[in-house]
């Protein structure tokens, strides 16, 4: 088992930045993705940010230039900075860490951008 536990939602204005962290525990397999997803009032959850162990980032378009994904493999610890936030960045935010036949979902985080 896995638990995923994110932290560094709220409320900021258009424009500020916010900093989310997933703190995973339990039997963590490696090599591994960990990834923040996203889903807003009556959408469906979609991917915002995904990062190997090695390293390599992939971004949705909807956010590229704005947020940075990064991890740190000894705290089994992933950020996600968000910068340049806007209203329609206002979702709940998932942390997600998967691999072949391994697949763990956080609580979520609320993330609210006021205009």
């Known amino acids: 088992q896995v638990q995923l536990v994110e932290s560094g939602g709220g409320l900021v204005q258009a424009g500020g930045s916010l900093r989310l962290s997933c703190a995973a525990s339990?039997?963590?397999?490696?090599?591994?993705?960990m990834g923040w997803y996203r889903q807003g009032p009556g959408k469906q959850r979609e991917s915002v940010a995904t990062?190997?162990?090695?390293?390599?980032?992939m971004y949705a378009d909807s956010v590229k230039g704005r947020f940075t994904i990064s991890r740190d493999n000894a705290k089994n610890t992933a950020y996600l900075q968000m910068n340049s936030l806007k209203p329609e960045d206002t979702s709940v935010y998932y942390c997600?860490?998967?691999?072949?036949?391994?697949?763990?979902w956080g609580q979520g985080t609320q993330v609210t951008v006021s205009s």
């Open positions: 997600r860490v998967s691999a072949p036949g391994y697949d763990y």
């Open positions: 339990g039997s963590i397999f490696r090599p591994n993705t």
């Open positions: 990062i190997t162990s090695d390293g390599r980032p």
